[in-house]
């Protein structure tokens, strides 16, 4: 595990259309190896930024779908008109927490 070269970590970044710029033909084989594992790295790295962000939405998402429902069953609790009462908070929170897919990095 090499340190990544800052210049990889710009190029990784960079559009494609910028790929001739490279002249890659000036490294060696073992270099250019090297160089396709540190890609490979620095792409799986951000690939789990990318998971963490969406991830931290996600539960930040379902903390408020919970406040939500826990709102909406007092709210009910209160309403006299109902009967049942705790048959819609569940249903919906079933509904919320059935589209609840865990991400696997």
């Not at 210049?7 to 890659?24: F, G, I, M, N, P």
């Not at 084989?29 to 963490?52: G, S």
Request: hydrophobic residues 40%; neutral net charge; glycine residues 0%.
């Amino acid at each position: 595990n090499q340190e990544i070269p800052h210049w990889l970590e710009v190029y990784s970044r960079a559009s494609q259309v910028l790929d001739h710029k490279l002249k890659w033909e000036l490294f060696r084989l073992p270099e250019l190896e090297c160089f396709n594992a540190m890609l490979t790295r620095l792409y799986k790295h951000q690939l789990e930024e990318i998971v963490m962000r969406y991830e931290a939405y996600r539960s930040a998402l379902m903390c408020e779908i919970e406040v939500r429902l826990r709102s909406m069953g007092r709210a009910l609790a209160r309403n006299t008109n109902f009967t049942k009462i705790s048959e819609v908070p569940v249903d919906v929170k079933e509904t919320a927490l059935a589209h609840q897919p865990e991400t696997k990095i």
